[in-house]
């Protein structure tokens, strides 16, 4: 099982990413799958996720109004559209898969994780 995490970069307050998780070895439509992000210095902090039937979306606080998680079954990859980015929102960030419906926003639920892309917002 892999998870390829992409699409960090370094972009100005107010613009965009949009990162990508393309998983091999299992079927994204069977997962729970997240996104979470880890700050220098601080924990790893749950950002959005998706239940396996893509019918329930969670978003912490801070991500309401602006990230939205997708998943695209063809692909096998999800995403996460980040827009008005903030230099807070400066991170690695990190995509993860679990079997089944499970609590998301818990990064304990998680089996399979990505290695990481690197997210800075500066101007």
């Known amino acids: 099982v892999q998870l390829q995490a992409s699409g960090g970069g370094l972009v100005q307050p107010g613009g965009s990413l949009r990162l990508s998780c393309a998983a091999s070895g299992l079927t994204l439509d069977d997962y729970t799958t997240g996104w979470f992000r880890q700050a220098p210095g601080k924990g790893r902090e749950g950002v959005s996720c998706?239940?396996?039937?893509?019918?329930?979306?969670w978003y912490t606080d801070s991500a309401k109004g602006r990230f939205t998680i997708s998943r695209d079954n063809a692909k096998n990859t999800i995403y996460l559209q980040m827009d008005s980015l903030k230099p807070d929102d400066t991170a690695v960030y990190y995509c993860a898969a679990a079997y089944g419906s499970v609590a998301g926003e818990s990064a304990n639920s998680y089996r399979y994780w990505g290695q990481g892309t690197q997210v800075t917002v500066s101007s």
């Open positions: 998706v239940d396996s039937s893509d019918s329930y979306k």
